[in-house]
């Protein structure tokens, strides 16, 4: 049997390094000192003399005692000479002054020299000295914790070191380190860790391992990484960190300290309570030889290894431990971060104690400092509140129901401008796993709530894609502009299209640049938009009201199954087992009706004995023969098991169904619903018609024409050549040829005009030219999907995991975005305008597979024509048979021009399969395996 399958054995990574800032990368000298000593000139001739002489007069007075005069004086002075054509040596005495005052730790005198200094004439000159003096503004804004106000100055001072010192510079990098620090403390910790990223990446390869700038810059990114919640990747820097200063420095040196305290604090995190006692101690064993006198480093090391003893369960949390433990949360000399963890530790105690009053002041003095130290929208503050909001809901639901939707509301806006900057998946996914922890326990209230149930399922609309109600918003003026505008029609599709690919791209690392280009595309549509809104008189007032619920969208007849996968972490999220607990949710809407949520236990198929037969069907080779063939008995109560699991709890709410709109979400999207069949043998599509949306929103559009449009144009590609010179490529597909030709011919009783793209024709250059142009797409060739998971390789983004083969395509397999490569790759179809064509169909195997991910549900083919804009999609779970593949698409054609909506002329053409009405499709493994993806 010939299958329309490629397995690619040999691929090629692609290695983005990129910031998502347009300012270069980061650093400043090693000894972390501002270069105030060499920048500065300081000559005593002439009026600058008398300056310098003023400037002298007024630091003697600080230093007598005198400190107001004495400031006052030293003000006046620069004041002066700011003014005066000595503008160089007026910014550099400002800086030098700003730092005095900085290292005598008076932060706020130096904050208002430096803002005089920003006033002043000379601050508007441009001149070398300002990188300095802006870097400088920033640090002591940084100290003063005013994060939003520190950044804009860290930008001026990277402009300016780039333009005079290089964008390899040490001065540079130790900017931008402070850039990316401010950027952590204010709430951006994705954005902020790929700038450190990419910070100390190129300092290893400009400065190599063994510079003390690259160490310094390793420490921070990896305070970055354990703050956002990644400490298995911080462990490695900071081992990397300890070696070379302990090498460098002798045992028993303050940094060394450091990297101890911060190593055993990755440990801690981890829960690997041996370990982290180990370098808690070390970090004691140091404090004690060094003997400080101006810090009890001493008494801070020892809370450390008292707060693991008792997180590791050494030491009960009696009355005393409690004590202790309060008073190191009412003790500002120990760490922030650890009088956190010892409220939110002792809270939890007491909740289960029964004393809330206590666990409730416990856990609002963790957030004061949370929100004091860093910021409200900071990881650590979100974390302390969904504390307080599950704390609540013991107590009252209806309170902590309130508590959640704020927390919903303000952590998707927050979401979603960081996994739009994370520049990493992995970074953007560490990120939405703290939203995680918040849709977890907002999921359980709702379940004892049901007051809670509606907005919850508000937010499980708008999970998935991350909305957080800029798309929401092209959706509401979509609504109310004539249809017959098409100009602002296209402007809006083209709006929302360019919105998800934006989010992808920044959000995987895959195409930095692409993204940012992107975003211009994006910024300039939103200006077009704004025109000719103003031109239809189009006011804010006239998009405030909400979109319509799914009560209001749906037929009286008709259901809204939303499955959403909800997730409790461990610590160690790259470990191969991250997850402590997982619930599976439906989320059950009607016509003018709330919804009804139910909780359907474990979401991994494995246990149902389901997961082995839709692996067996990935790998069936299909025949002509009974539907025991590819599928035998005994895999049957395997989907029984899951019509059990997944549609059985629901049937309370499905009464007088008809037509049921499913929104899967991880794993289910492998599910091939057609073959679930109840305890009594009876198939779901006996009993309704079935329609799979890609992610909620799909159902705004539901109600636009569900037939084949009468003529418009159609691209069909089939009987492809993929020889490319002496290399033979892929295996001929002959009856993909057959295909398209029957299949024209049924299109051309609808007066559709036929594009054939055949041999050679369907190149990727040839083939995004038409198709943008088209209301129908048909490609019948190969596809493939290779995941980690099944022998594909490993580091590589999975919309580059995902794609279908073309002509000339020959033997090679280099994933990049080449138009003569002879691939295209989900990630490529992402940039495709597909936004005209209401039927999308790839006839090849397994593109409707796709890499589970907590940031989108599925990332893949189907997703990735979805962002590109298509109405709906018509693909392959696993491989399929080429000839029965062939004739199945033809009868589905048939029923399309013969009036069928298209989920209707797909279940009708299953039911054809299964009774042997179809030449070679009568096993499931081709009539269950084709998805109609709606978008």
Known sequence: MTTRTMKCKRW??????ATILSVPAVAQPASGDLRGGDAVKTVRSGKEAAFSKRIAAAYRMLGSGNRDA???????????????????????????????????????????????????????VEMSELSDFFLMLGMVKTDLRKYQEAMPFYLQATHRFARYFGKYSRELMFANDKLAVAMSGAGNPAASTNLAKGNYELARKTLGDDDRLTWKLANNYADMLRIMGAPSRAVELDTFVLGKRTAHYGKNHFNVMVSANNLAQNYLDLADYPQAKRYFQQNRDIAVALDKKDADYVGQADAWLFFTQV?????????????????????????DILRIKAARRVADQYDKSGSRAKAKQLREKAYDISATVFSPQHPTSYAVRIDMANSRAATDPAGAAADFAKLDREMIAWINREVGTAGDRIVAEATRALADEMLYGYAHLAEHEASAVPAFADAVRRWPTIEDGKRDTLRKIARIIDPADTATHHLLKNGLRLSFEVQELLASGSDIDGGMNRLEQLRGIDARLNERLAKLHVTPKAIEPPLPSPRQLLGSKEALVSYFITRKWRADRQSSDPLEDTVLYALVSRKDADPKLFNLGDPRLRNLGAEYQIARLRTARASTESESAAVPATSKPGFAKLYTRLIAPLESSLKDVSTLYIVPDGQLFAVPFPLLRDDAGVLIEDRYTLRM???????????????MPHGGVAVLAGGLDYRNGKETGAEPLPATKSEIDDIAKVLGRNETRIEMLTGEQATEPVLRKDVEAASIVHLATHGSYESEDTGGATGIDALWQSGVILSRSGDRRAMKRDDDDGRLYAFEVMDWDLSNIGLFVLSACET??????????????????????????????????????????????????????????????????????????????VWAAFVLFEN
């Open 12 to 17: 090629l990574a692609i290695i983005a390094t």
């Open 70 to 124: 004495g400031f006052n004086a030293l003000r006046s002075a620069l004041s002066d000479a700011a003014r005066s054509q000595f503008q160089a040596f007026a910014i550099g005495q400002y800086v030098e002054a700003a730092q005095k005052f900085h290292q005598a730790g008076q932060v706020q005198r130096a904050e208002t020299l430096l803002t005089d200094a920003l006033g002043s004439p000379a601050a508007k």
């Open 311 to 335: 997180a590791a369960g050494e030491k009960p949390l009696d009355d005393a431990a409690r004590t202790r433990l309060e008073a190191i949360v009412a003790d500002q000399q120990y760490p």
């Open 693 to 707: 949306l890609t992610r909620p929103e799909a159902l705004y559009g539901i109600n636009e024409t569900q037939k």
């Open 848 to 925: 409707g597979r796709g890499q589970e991910t907590f940031v989108g549900g599925l990332r893949g083919l189907p997703t990735a024509i979805g962002i590109a804009g298509a109405k709906r999609s018509l693909l392959a779970l696993w491989p399929v048979d080429d000839l029965g593949t062939s004739r199945f698409m033809i009868r589905f054609y048939e029923k399309l021009v013969a009036g069928e909506t298209y989920p209707e002329a797909l279940r009708k053409t299953r039911r054809d399969a299964i009774n042997g009405h179809i030449e070679g499709a009568s096993d499931p493994s």
